[in-house]
């Protein structure tokens, strides 16, 4: 523990996608503060290189789905358990939770028990307009504002006491933006002629497991098509492993990518991309790369969500465009001939290719916020929350 006067803030992001969030915002804070804070709790690879030292891996908690997260739960307990004794014995300032509301919110629940004082906020609105609604109408009781990032987040939130603030979405401040594709394929020696496909089976051990044989398995059906294919799988440590070992297997020109650089540059490089759904599409969209998308969980899992899950679309672009611009293969949609033909008429350039293209410049302007950078603007929110 440290005994400055910097501001002691705590951070707790469980799974990569809130990682990048909080990555972004460490350095906004920074740059607000004049690098007159420190930080502590729970991150990825993105925090760490930008100082953070977490409390334990966050791959325990990157499980996904309401049947597999079962087995995970009484780990997950110790680890809140944990956190919260950290937290105690930190006293930050502030801690503020990034996505992943069903840890986080078990956090905020034990840290209000313990009536300690410290601010408390959230970053990344739980979609209660899918489902569960009723969240939205206790969060109050645990965290003294969120931050969203959608533009119609806030009205779902507001009426229940809770003030909700919309910052924009940091997809739109992505490095993928600046990124250059030229680069890519000078560092892996690829030739003009050959065409680059993106493979991006998710960063939870459920979604690799379930999403990466059938994306290989149309990479495969490509490459027979079209020996120029090469294939480019950027990943996260969470799970390198074990797509490492299950890439080995096939003889396909497919390069395992485990740095973020490397990411981007692929994503520019890339003529089309596979994708689980989530973060990354929206990334994808960002860079107008065309794209599909692909999922699946446990059987249960899947009856369960379509009673439960209250919109049209999974996919963030077509939800806030509503209507389908990436096409959403889903469950026992998602099969390689599927995958295989949606990506030959992306190739092709013509009608949904066309459509996408507009579709994602339309996006681009729904999550902007403002002059400032979306993590510029919710450190701003923070800092006035802590002086409040």
């Not at 004794?85 to 919110?105: E, G, H, R, Y």
């Not at 596979?274 to 699946?296: F, N, Q, R």
Request: glycine fraction near 4%.
């Amino acid at each position: 523990m440290t005994t400055s006067n910097k501001l002691k803030i705590y951070l707790i992001a469980g799974e990569p996608s809130g990682d990048l969030l909080g990555s972004r915002l460490m350095r906004a804070l920074r740059k607000k503060t004049d690098n007159n804070v420190e930080f502590f709790g729970l991150g990825g690879d993105t925090m760490e290189q930008e100082g953070l030292t977490p409390l334990f891996d966050i791959s325990e908690l990157a499980v996904m789905g309401l049947v597999e997260v079962i087995p995970s739960i009484p780990r997950v307990l110790r680890r809140i358990k944990q956190t919260v004794n950290d937290i105690k014995k930190c006293q930050p300032d502030i801690v503020i939770t990034i996505d992943s509301w069903s840890f986080c919110a078990r956090v905020h629940k034990a840290l209000r028990k313990q009536n300690l004082g410290i601010k408390q906020l959230h970053y990344v609105a739980p979609q209660v307009w899918a489902w569960k609604k009723r969240r939205a109408k206790t969060m109050y009781k645990y965290i003294d504002e969120l931050l969203t990032l959608l533009p119609n987040e806030p009205k779902y939130f507001t009426p229940h006491r809770l003030k909700a603030t919309f910052v924009g979405h940091p997809v739109i401040e992505s490095d993928a933006l600046k990124a250059k594709g030229d680069d890519f394929r000078k560092k892996y020696n690829i030739d003009n002629d050959k065409t680059v496909i993106s493979i991006l089976p998710g960063s939870r051990h459920t979604e690799v497991s379930k999403l990466l044989p059938d994306f290989i398995a149309s990479a495969k059906i490509l490459y027979q098509q079209n020996p120029n294919f090469v294939f480019a799988l950027p990943t996260v440590k969470t799970v390198v492993n074990r797509v490492k070992h299950m890439v080995k297997k096939y003889n396909l020109p497919i390069m395992v990518l485990e740095t973020e650089a490397d990411r981007y540059s692929a994503f520019q490089a890339s003529s089309v991309a596979i994708a689980a759904s989530g973060t990354v599409a929206l990334e994808l969209a960002m860079c107008k790369i065309p794209h599909i998308i692909s999922y699946k969980v446990a059987p249960l899992t899947y009856f369960l969500a379509k009673h439960l899950v209250k919109i049209k679309y999974v996919n963030l672009t077509n939800i806030m465009l509503k209507r389908e611009v990436v096409p959403e293969l889903l469950q026992e949609k998602c099969t390689p001939q599927n995958i295989v033909n949606h990506i030959t008429k992306l190739l092709k350039r013509e009608t949904l290719y066309q459509k996408q293209m507009q579709g994602f410049e339309d996006v681009k302007q729904y999550l902007s916020n403002g002059e400032q950078t979306p993590s510029e603007n919710a450190a701003d929110e923070i800092l006035r929350l802590i002086k409040c």
